[in-house]
């Protein structure tokens, strides 16, 4: 039907926009005056029309003739699926977009050829809305669609520009070998439709792919996957408002375009496991990184060192491992580590090796370790550094926040003293409990036994000479002073969770989503209070932390294992809480029900 009347359209387009539209400026010279041209190019004619049949699989082009000059501006938004080895060459010719292949196309198959958002006006630069260009180098066209939305895992937000692909071939390999059988991007709102396929059964991938290759890179490419053979069920008409062109900006039109799948997009893991990284960074430290988390060691040592003098600390991921000398010989200029772990060989099987990496000091940590004279030694050269920090807002919940730099090889918290002050100036002392992070061995959180509460002060002080570290140095003494904030515009939010049947990873997020103000791991049902909040617009999200280890993980691709589900919590029709100034807000949050959704 479309190709039957475009013709028609065409020639009324290009007769009556004139007439209706505000004139424009000249586009072979300068404007001479009058109002500025905001009015984008539009198709005049096309050659050949789309739907047509029997392309040439060589040699052939299509011409886009336009009613005035334009310019290619977003190359890659020049899109055609399914997409060649090489993609399509787009050049102008006066008014006109001339398209032609650099491969020979497939025979018995239908191409479509999307423009998006590539070209513009050649003097005010207003983007062309986009066309989608359909013909076959068979008899017919196929007919079948599908649509969707690509999202980030975690922040659930939509992904633009995420290619999305339909594999007839079923083996997991596809994806990493082969260039798909149809493909295209989404939009704005991270939303995709894939018109005239064939009806049969497909895999389908979304892809971020940073090569435009179309084929996934596991290194480079963030992936996203329905685990189930999907089969086009919507036919193509002229009717469909899914298979328009829509402005970004036109939020009731683009939100109301069915959505069919749903992918979201995760960063997977390195699947191979070897040292990437070593880093000197100072006389009696450095770190390894490995390709992969989970790493396996199964021993290492230094050179010359007794084993039992090397302190190591992997990260959560397990793939970066800090390293410390405890020993204060003078530390040589290149240090030898030896590592004997899990490596993949060749043939990508996981084997014992022991690798000898050699740990060079750089010049310049050498230079600022290594004071010629007295005058250039600083006082934290020849002292155990920490810092001691406790935030007004999150004391409560995070307590006095005490990491050295080094670790510690004498430690004296008895001698931690910890008094405050009630509103009346009187005061008070009392005991503190100790706790290493147990993700951090340099890392401690100092809680006093009492409850803060409003006016009052607190005042956590380290003697001098309290702890000493790997180097031999001591510690100096030194106080902070904390209050809880006193801003009577502050809010506080009470939240009841129920439904807790199993671990889940509470954080609460500012508008932007972009940093957890605060997080909570629970594993049965609670109140959670979010106090001294600002006025402003907040989001909880909430992780399914299905394996327990207090992350959220991410997916695996080839063993068919999606990202650990994350939810927003809805507060009314909207996915934020609007907190006013001086308000208590309790809010109940059925988690069992929030991920049946």
Known sequence: MMKKYLPLIIILSALLLPVFLPSCANTTESPKGGPKDTIPPYI???????????????????????????????????????????????????????????????????????????????NEGNLFPGFTYVFSTGTEIDSMFVTGTVLDCNTLSPVKGATVMLYKDHSDSAVFLKRPYAAGRTDDWGYFVLPYIQDTLYRIY???????????????????????????????????????????????????????????????FPSKQYIVNKVRNSPRSGYITFMAPDAWIDSLWFGGYPADRVISQFNIQQDSLELWLNDRRPAPDTLHLFVNYRKTDSLGVMKPELEHIKMVMDPEVKKNFSKSRRRDIKHEDTTCVFTLKAEADKVEQDGFVMEFKYPIIYENFDSLKFRYLNPKQKEFKDKVTIERDSLNLRRYIIRPKVKFLPGFEYFLKVPHRSFRDINGFWSDSTEVKVSLPSDETLSTLHANFTGVDRKYIIDLLDEKRSKALRTYIIEKDCILDFPYLKEGRYSIRVADDGNKNSIVDTGDLLQHRQPEPVRFVSFGDSEYLDVIKSSEIDQTINLSELFVK
């Open 206 to 268: 979304a892809v971020k792919d940073t090569g435009e290759d179309n084929i996934y890179n596991p290194d480079a490419d963030r992936v996203g996957f329905i685990d189930s053979l999907i089969r086009p069920e919507w036919k193509v008409a002229d009717s469909i408002p899914e298979l328009l062109k829509y402005d970004m900006t036109d939020t009731l039109g683009c939100q109301e375009r069915r959505s069919q799948y749903e992918l979201k997009i995760f960063r997977e």
């Open 44 to 122: 005049t004619n096309i050659k050949p029309l789309p739907g047509a049949v029997m392309f040439p699989l060589e040699k052939g082009k299509i011409v886009f003739e336009f009613n005035e000059f334009v310019t290619i501006k977003n190359p890659s938004d020049i899109f055609l699926s399914p997409p060649l080895e090489r993609k399509p060459k787009a050049k102008i010719a006066g008014k006109s977009l001339v398209i032609t292949f650099e491969k020979p196309l497939a025979p018995n198959t239908t191409y479509t050829l999307n423009l998006n958002s590539a070209l513009a006006d050649n």
